[in-house]
């Protein structure tokens, strides 16, 4: 993720938008090139549905994997088969965990590391049977709030092709009409190498320090990783 870019921030800021939005940015023409705005948002819902489809089946492997460390400790125990309630951003999951396990009666756990991480040092635990629970509780809860980026080398190789397309056909013609210079998009081989990752192409690289000048940029033409990430 684009850390040193932000990137949590802006997707507070992005959550607002949806696939509608895209067709008011594919409207923006620049030199004669324009892209149809229902064939954008066609292409980005084929993308989400591709996309949460790997996702889900890479979740449903990667529980499995935690169901079998659980019986590993606990014996052959049945665990709640919970699907999919919602998923969260990656700096939301131990706010999110922390409330599923105060709904499940354990209020003591805290969200740590920037929302990143569970602090289970203020639980109070009384004997080895409600240790059991509260190992039944969070998995019960990681597995109704999982995080998208968490499989993010799983679902490169469907977002990559949209991602590049909608960089090239909607993000420059906007940020050109805004005003605003753009570096050079890279090919999408070397654009899908660094995609998600802290060297991830940066549209916004040429329009200096100023914080408000960035985020209008941003706000108004939002990067494909930040409308991607903005469809729940």
Known sequence: MRGSRGAGRRRDRMRVVVAASV????????????????TTSQQLERTLL???????????????????????????????????????????????MARCLADAGYPGVLSADDGERLDFSALRVDDVRELFQIDIATFDC?????????????????????????????????????GFQVPPVPDQQAFGQTWRTEQQFD???????????????????????DVLDSVP
């Open 23 to 38: 067709a008011s940015f594919a409207l923006v023409a620049v030199a004669g090139c324009s892209v149809s705005a229902a």
């Open 50 to 96: 591709e996309r949460d489809r790997i996702a889900v089946a890479a979740h449903v492997e990667s529980t499995a994997r935690v169901a079998t460390f659980v019986r590993d400790k606990w014996g052959p125990v049945p665990l709640p088969e919970s699907p999919i309630e919602r998923w969260v951003a990656a700096n939301e999951w131990a706010p999110t």
């Open 142 to 178: 990681q597995s109704r709030f999982p995080v998208r980026a968490w499989f993010a080398s799983a679902v490169r190789d469907v977002e990559v092709p949209w991602a590049h397309d909608y960089t090239l056909d909607v993000v420059v013609p906007c940020l050109l009409a805004a």
């Open 203 to 225: 549209p916004y690289a040429l329009i200096g320090r100023a914080p408000e000048m960035r985020v209008r940029a941003e706000t108004t033409c939002p990067a494909a990783d």
